[in-house]
């Protein structure tokens, strides 16, 4: 669903599986301005955002638990899980969105 997501910003972009996450590639290239992290009830994201604490607190606002922002590289963290991917998936791809211009400027 995440991938669908991201296709919509941008086609090239597909997944890049390593031992411990899971990022994306663009045009072979490697980019993770989005990390995901499986785990066995929840997918953790990580990712690269222009105002991260605003984007937390729209998370928040929409029902997400175990929102941060990560004190080394400032990244956004959030869970997604069953319940939320389908209510949510504007606000994911708004944040997608988002972290793919940053990481394109």
């Known amino acids: ?3 669908k997501l ?4 941008d086609p090239d ?3 890049n599986y390593n031992q411990s996450y899971i990022g994306l590639s663009h045009k072979k290239k490697t980019n ?4 995901f992290l499986p785990k066995q009830n929840f997918l953790r994201v ?5 105002n991260a604490e605003n984007w937390a607190n729209q998370l928040k606002a929409n029902g997400f ?8 590289n400032g990244r956004l963290k959030f869970r997604i899980d ?3 991917i389908a209510s949510s998936s504007q606000i994911i791809k708004e944040i997608f ?3 793919y211009e940053s990481w394109m400027e």
Do not use: A, D, Y
């Open 97 to 99: 969105k988002n972290s």
């Open 82 to 84: 069953k319940s939320n």
């Open 13 to 15: 972009l597909n997944l």
């Open 46 to 50: 990580q990712t690269m955002v222009n």
């Open 65 to 72: 638990k175990n929102v941060s922002i990560g004190k080394r």
């Open 32 to 35: 993770n301005f989005v990390i």
């Open 1 to 3: 669903v995440c991938l």
């Open 6 to 9: 991201l296709n919509e910003v």
